[in-house]
């Protein structure tokens, strides 16, 4: 799965478009707009990750609203451990 950011994220930040991909989805499926882009996690003082292809979606939407859905491609780079039981999340760099 790839990771997916909201598409008036990736328009405030000039992203530049790398790629369009068939997108599947509640409503069925539609063309959306993949960019290039550099993901940081300041306060978990870790290096920036390139990822060469993020899918723009409308994620503003949702309720909630949320600017980003981190995908497989990004935590292919990360040890990830959910341990449900105790509610922690831990992250290997």
Not at 22 to 48: M, N, Q
């Amino acid at each position: 799965m790839a990771t997916a950011i909201d598409e008036s994220v990736c328009q405030q930040l000039n992203l530049p478009p790398v790629d369009v991909a068939r997108v599947s989805h509640v409503e069925g499926s539609s063309r959306r707009t993949c960019y290039a882009a550099r993901i940081a996690f300041p306060d978990l003082r870790l290096k920036p990750i390139q990822i060469t292809r993020i899918l723009s979606v409308n994620l503003s939407a949702m309720n909630p609203p949320i600017i980003a859905l981190i995908g497989r491609d990004l935590l292919a780079h990360f040890k990830f451990i959910y341990n449900g039981p105790r509610g922690r999340i831990e992250i290997a760099y």
